[in-house]
């Protein structure tokens, strides 16, 4: 049983939306942060958006400032799914996507990748025309 499993990724075109879904098995969503990360071809790993738990947290959420305006985290708990909903997509969003859980102290806004313990395989994004 894979615990993180992310879907939606595809081709869009400069503008376009896409909705990454991360669901969980073995675990609830609301219980742990979730992250979104993304690490395009010769760069760094870097966040994009989380979300702190419910159970254990404010259920509050956190934005790259190269996306806020634009994406959107938001989790459905009968699902036990995770989603990032991306509008006006630009080519500089290209990257494979991933979700990550961890059970973390403080907000989940201070946290990098290394410190996620659970990740999920990845779904591509690109944004061409």
């Known amino acids: 049983q894979v615990p993180l499993v992310e879907s939606g990724g595809g081709l869009v075109q400069p503008g376009g939306s896409l909705r990454l879904s991360c669901a969980a098995s073995?675990?609830?969503?609301?219980?742990?942060?979730i992250a979104w990360f993304r690490q395009a071809p010769g760069k760094e790993r870097e966040g994009v958006s989380c979300?702190?738990?419910?159970?254990?947290?404010?259920?509050?959420?956190w934005y790259a400032d190269s996306v806020k305006g634009r994406f959107t985290i938001s989790r459905d708990t009968l699902q036990n799914t995770v989603f990032l909903q991306m509008n006006n997509l630009k080519p500089e969003d290209t990257a494979v996507y991933y979700c990550?859980?961890?059970?973390?102290?403080?907000?989940?806004?201070?946290?990098?990748?290394?410190?996620?313990?659970?990740w999920g395989q990845g779904t591509q994004v690109t944004v061409s025309s």
């Open positions: 979300i702190n738990s419910d159970t254990r947290g404010d259920g509050a959420s």
């Open positions: 990550a859980s961890a059970h973390l102290a403080l907000s989940c806004k201070n946290y990098r990748a290394h410190e996620y313990g659970t």
């Open positions: 073995g675990f609830r969503t609301n219980s742990v942060h």
